[in-house]
């Protein structure tokens, strides 16, 4: 029998996967409309202004106290966002949405090996097989044309080992920190920091309006809606059933991907897809804690 708790946090998971998977098409439609720190200024300021306006007008929060209270956290996150977040959108542009999505589920990986590192977790041997078969499943997925695309896998490799530190520090917190504040002020200090890259380079541009409505939209879905459902979910749930199930928003996207941006993966690129898929679920089901 599922408890209120826990069907609050089925709803926030698939909430998170639904706005997740319309952020991935929404920013590939626009992301070549502009430079990338314009791109990325306006796509967080979105989620910053969306998140302050809500805040005040539904949710109640008092932001500031919570910026006050948790503002080396806060900064922290943002500066690791900002690394990933920049070789998402390298990614997004040059790989697709929907390998890109795909892909991004190598952060499990990355996150298990920070259980090991920071808080001595192990698991089963077997699950090195497992990682073994994530890793081929991510050359596959970027075998195109006779070849394999190296610098998709190393630009998605660098943002899943800091949305993989992300985790780890939410997860760490996720009891002590209210998750709707620590989204607000992360997108805020993304913005601040890739605005004022533009502007001092001279470089900052604000696409036709078409596309400025549709990076907002994809801001607003996945830096503060996405972000924000998923640490809330992580309040009703246990994290690795939150892990589990976020790996369906690569099938959403697949399938948005596949309908609304023509994008099309070989039987290769799917099968690879595949491995990854079932590499991560088994890493998250498998991982025991050292006693």
Not at 56 to 61: D, S
Request: proline share 1%; charged share 10%; aromatic share 14%.
């Amino acid at each position: 029998m599922i408890d209120l708790s826990d069907k609050k946090g089925y709803i926030y998971t698939a909430a998170s996967i639904v706005a997740a998977s319309l952020m991935y098409i929404l920013t590939k439609l626009a992301v070549s409309s502009v430079n990338i720190y314009s791109l990325m200024g306006i796509y967080f300021s979105a989620a910053f202004l969306t998140g302050m306006i809500s805040s005040k007008i539904f949710i109640k929060i008092d932001l500031f106290y919570e910026l006050k209270t948790h503002l080396f956290l806060i900064v922290v996150l943002s500066g690791l966002t900002i690394v990933g977040a920049y070789f998402w959108f390298l990614s997004i542009d040059h790989a697709g949405a929907a390998t890109t999505s795909l892909l991004a589920k190598m952060q499990t990986i990355f996150t298990v090996a920070a259980g090991v590192i920071l808080l001595k977790e192990r698991f089963a041997k077997s699950a090195w097989i497992a990682v073994v078969g994530t890793i081929i499943g991510s050359i596959l997925v970027v075998y195109k044309g006779g070849h394999v695309d190296f610098q998709g896998v190393l630009w998605m490799s660098i943002f899943s080992v800091s949305y993989a530190l992300q985790a780890y520090l939410v997860r760490r917190v996720a009891a002590s920190v209210d998750m709707i504040a620590l989204t607000v002020w992360r997108s805020f200090f993304i913005a601040l920091f890739f605005l004022s890259a533009a502007l001092s380079e001279g470089n900052f541009h604000v696409p036709q309006i078409g596309y400025f409505i549709v990076i907002c939209i994809a801001g607003i879905m996945g830096a503060y809606l996405s972000k924000g459902f998923q640490y809330l979910a992580f309040r009703h749930l246990p994290i690795s059933t939150v892990s589990v199930l976020t790996n369906g928003e690569s099938v959403l996207t697949l399938i948005l991907a596949a309908a609304f941006l023509n994008e099309r993966l070989s039987l290769i690129n799917i099968s690879g897809g595949v491995l990854i898929i079932v590499g991560a679920v088994f890493l998250i089901t498998h991982l025991t804690h050292q006693t």
